[in-house]
């Protein structure tokens, strides 16, 4: 049974999902400032994972237009698969517990939560249909 304010919170996530299209990086990452992408132009697997797990579950759940939004996880996916999977098989590019952005070089750094949220967004992307 769906709540009364419902169709509020649906709405606010379609809101917030094409503010987060018009914030990604052209390679499909988001930076740990996705505000100020120029100076903190290191690209974070944590915040791509969870949009894209999002995205992906908006889409899925047909709460998101895939004309709009399934271009914009295949290409976050993109990112996650061919860039943060590094060729050891760890996951790359988790800005380090911070409370703020960070320009430091983070390319090697992996976390445990940020490898979750890697697992998130595959998960969830492999529901969709890409046909």
């Known amino acids: 049974m769906r709540s ?19 914030l990604q990086g052209s390679d499909g990452a988001w930076r740990t400032s996705m505000l100020d992408a120029d100076q903190f132009p290191m690209p974070d697997t944590t915040g791509t994972a969870c949009f894209t797990r999002g995205l992906a579950f908006g889409v899925n759940s047909v709460l998101l237009a895939p004309t709009t939004f399934k271009a914009s996880a295949r290409k976050a996916w993109g990112w996650l698969s ?50």
């Open 82 to 131: 061919g860039v943060a999977l590094q060729p050891s098989g760890e996951v790359g590019f988790c800005q380090p517990a911070g409370d703020q952005p960070t320009s430091t070089n983070f390319s090697n750094s992996t976390s445990d939560f940020c490898v979750g949220m890697f697992l998130g967004a595959a998960a969830e992307v492999s529901r969709m249909d890409f046909s």
């Open 4 to 22: 009364a304010s419902g169709g509020h919170y649906v709405q606010v996530f379609q809101q917030f999902a094409a503010r987060l299209v018009e």
